[in-house]
């Protein structure tokens, strides 16, 4: 079974747009991470953040953590053609659970 | 700096049939976690290895075994494999047996008829 599960499952937006996906996950955690695949091919690290942070940034990238709700977001910003892949949540604590993924496209 | 390799890229077996994925972690990494992805879906762990052992392990048979060498290189092995074992086997290299960040190699598409 998967702890995160990302929310909306599939998301279409236009170029310049931003996008945002959610993450929610059942147990306590030691960090959350959010990876990108291309079609089916190896995960991208995007960016991780840890239990006692609430917000971090990357670029384009902007990541929060509400452990109270045990839930994250993450907002790319001002999107791009190359930005449309799967986007996915991993918790961690000890192995990495993934989710099921949300599948990002971005309309010229 | 070479990054995660994995080894074949794609594999076709039969049910019953054995097979091993091999994976070489990035340089400078001492840990590899092995993940099997169905199509549409999340990847799924299988095992992480570090220092030569199975520190962790996911909800998978025993039929899924593994091992890492004394070079950081680790082998992922399925034995008697079922029509469900088609998959995108992923392998990801980390530092120092932990949770953060990993580097994933391009995958084995291993199918089974």
């Known amino acids: 079974s998967q702890q995160g599960e990302e929310d909306p499952q599939a998301l279409s937006i236009q170029e310049g747009e931003n996008a945002t996906m959610n993450c929610s996950y059942k147990?306590?955690?030691?960090?959350l991470q959010w990876y990108r695949q291309n079609s089916g091919r190896g995960l991208v690290h995007l960016i991780l953040?840890?239990?006692?942070?609430r917000e971090k940034h990357s670029g384009r990238l902007r990541v929060t953590l509400d452990t109270s709700k045990k839930s994250s977001s993450l907002l790319i910003t001002a999107s791009r053609a190359a930005d449309t892949a799967s986007y996915f949540c991993?918790?961690?604590?000890?192995?990495?659970?993934f989710g099921s993924g949300t599948r990002l496209s971005i309309r010229p | 700096d070479a990054g995660v390799t994995q080894s074949p890229t794609h594999l076709i077996k039969t049910r019953g049939q054995q097979v091993t994925l091999r994976c070489s972690p990035k340089?400078?990494?001492?840990?590899v976690s092995w993940y099997q992805q169905a199509l549409g879906q999340g990847p799924q762990f299988i095992f992480q290895y570090y220092e030569e052992e199975e520190r962790q392990r996911g909800n998978f048979p025993d039929r899924f075994s593994g091992h890492q060498f004394p070079n950081y290189s680790s082998e992922l092995n399925v034995n008697a494999l079922l029509l469900g074992d088609s998959a995108l086997y992923l392998c990801a290299s980390s530092l120092g047996g932990g949770d953060d960040e990993q580097f994933f190699g391009p995958g084995t598409r291993l199918t089974v008829l």
């Open positions: 953040i840890r239990s006692n942070e």
């Open positions: 991993a918790t961690s604590l000890g192995e990495i659970i």
């Open positions: 340089s400078g990494h001492d840990t």
């Open positions: 147990t306590s955690i030691n960090n």
